[in-house]
């Protein structure tokens, strides 16, 4: 029979669990809590000085609030066959998804926004300049004199349009309550312009790190390739590699789910875990905790902290160390080397 450890779900941070109160104490602690809502209320209502409050958030004193349509304009593109769209063409051609390709003609030139009206990536914004063709899924914002495109693309970009699409099969946003929606602006376009250079210099630096991230991905991949082949041996380490098989190595373990239709079984303090719970190769979350009678009773298994958890089932492939001693569903199959011959870090990797 199987007898996983004792849990107890503590935290020490929060010292001792404090009785149920009296009456008395308990309309005392009810007069603090009002006092300190009032507290909280009172300061939320306060603002800083040199801002102001609006329908669309606490601003500064000098900035302004209007509809979209008073600081741009916005129209659909033009309607173009696939047959007009080609790789060789000297203009781009921008839909509701980004560039669809290249096209013999352009329906705009200068610096716009672009939003997508339609497909899969409706309310989507980027900036475009030159000479491009805006096809009819892509809505084309034209800048007032009084305003900075690029600051206004940082805006549009910022404002979660997707929210404001028509539902149906094929999402889509209307452009005449695209207008209406309030946005704040500062007084001078020299500010819009010092703020839109300061999120342009942001997104560069972000680009950069994720191209040397990108960068240094591959040089792991290359020394993984290396290193866990047998290659390249590292200094020091020059046995012979053992070949064997992983069922020689390691004791494999399968899960399963205690019944649902016992409540009981959900409200113990041992971790229970499904496919669902895995994410970027570590158990993202834990959404349930079951009792030891629910580990007797079913096919679920308690593996031990640190070994080795493989989705074999829905979501298939995924990989995680085990965080704590944790019991897994029939999503999992847990691997339990043998840790003479073998680590399961270096099966994790």
Known sequence: MKRPPRFERRDESLGEIPQTPSAESGSHAAGIGIRVGRVREAR?????????????GTIPEDWETAPLGGICSMKSGETITSADIGDTSPFPCHGGNGLRGFTNRFTHSGRFALIGRQGALCGNVVGVSGQFFASEHAVVVTAFPQTDILWLTFVLGGMRLNQYSESSAQPGLSVARLLLLDVAFPPTKAEQRAIATVLTDVDALIG?????????????????????TGRTRLPGFG???????????AKMVNGGTPPTSIADYYD?????ITGADIEDQRVAVIRRHITEEAVHNSATNVIAKGNLLIVSRTGVGKLAIAPCDIAISQDFTGVIPDRNRLLADYLFR
Request: hydrophobic share 35%.
């Open 208 to 228: 950069s790190l994720e191209a040397l991230i990108a960068k240094k991905r591959d040089i792991k991949r290359t020394a993984m390739q290396q290193l866990l």
């Open 44 to 56: 939320a209502t306060q603002v800083s000085p040199g801002y102001k409050r609006t329908e669309v």
């Open 268 to 272: 113990g303090h041992i971790p229970w």
């Open 239 to 249: 046995e012979t590699w053992e070949e064997d098989r992983l069922g020689e190595l």
